[in-house]
């Protein structure tokens, strides 16, 4: 019994670990998130389909919005704030459909 609630919650582990895209610093010292333009950008557990060519953003599930202007995507890489600014602003724009539900 105490192996597979063992395996249980390694498996649980396992499924929480999401891999994260590379940090990097840059010449001021500040911390930014280099931008994965094929496929998932995570960083601690929020994953982003970040398209910079485009300016847009989504997370699973949401509708792709356009990256807010404040924000520079340019050089391939976001602070952690506006990765966290990016996902909250996906989070509101709401799943498929979900505009004509208001």
Same mark, same amino acid.
């Given at each position: 019994?105490?192996?597979?609630?063992?395996?249980?919650?390694?498996?649980?582990?396992?499924?929480?670990?999401?891999?994260?895209?590379?940090?990097?610093?840059?010449?001021?010292?500040?911390?930014?998130?280099? $931008?994965?333009? /094929?496929?998932?950008?995570?960083?601690? %557990?929020?994953? #982003?389909?970040?398209?910079?060519?485009?300016? *847009?953003?989504?997370?699973?599930?949401?509708?792709?919005?356009?990256?807010?202007?404040?924000?520079?995507?340019?050089?391939?890489? $976001?602070?952690? /704030?506006?990765?966290?600014?990016?996902? %909250?602003?996906? #989070?509101?724009?709401?799943?498929?459909?979900? *505009?004509?539900?208001?």
């Amino acid at each position: 019994m105490t192996k597979w609630i063992s395996l249980g919650g390694l498996l649980l582990l396992t499924a929480c670990d999401v891999p994260q895209s590379p940090v990097v610093t840059d010449p001021n010292g500040q911390t930014r998130i280099q $931008i994965n333009t /094929a496929g998932l950008t995570c960083y601690e %557990t929020r994953c #982003l389909d970040i398209n910079p060519a485009a300016r *847009s953003v989504r997370t699973v599930g949401t509708r792709t919005i356009g990256i807010p202007s404040n924000i520079d995507v340019s050089d391939g890489a $976001i602070t952690p /704030a506006e990765f966290k600014q990016l996902g %909250t602003a996906t #989070l509101l724009a709401g799943g498929t459909g979900s *505009s004509g539900d208001r």
